[in-house]
């Protein structure tokens, strides 16, 4: 529902674990990034593992954790 693209989407759910696995085809690593998210974003979805393929490999979005005493200029350095 969130027409990014994808194809061949697999999804397989461990309850117990809460894990999401996810195969199948992105279009871009941006793609790729936003199934990760949309899979994690589930009640009882504790942890994704995006094994999805990219058609256009792109660097891989980079997170940071905000803590105090954290500026943007030493989080733009990092």
């Given at each position: 529902?969130?027409?990014?693209?994808?194809?061949?989407?697999?999804?397989?759910f461990?309850?117990?674990?809460?894990k999401?696995?996810?195969?199948?085809?992105?279009?871009?690593?941006a793609?790729?990034?936003?199934?990760?998210?949309?899979?994690?974003?589930?009640?009882?979805v504790?942890?994704?593992?995006?094994?999805?393929?990219?058609?256009?490999?792109?660097?891989?979005?980079?997170?940071?954790?905000?803590?105090?005493?954290?500026?943007?200029?030493?989080?733009?350095?990092?």
């Amino acid at each position: 529902s969130q027409n990014l693209g994808v194809s061949d989407v697999q999804v397989q759910f461990e309850g117990p674990e809460g894990k999401v696995t996810v195969k199948g085809t992105a279009p871009t690593q941006a793609a790729k990034e936003k199934v990760t998210l949309c899979c994690g974003n589930v009640a009882s979805v504790t942890s994704v593992d995006n094994q999805m393929s990219v058609t256009n490999p792109e660097p891989e979005a980079q997170y940071h954790d905000v803590v105090r005493g954290d500026t943007l200029s030493a989080i733009a350095k990092k």
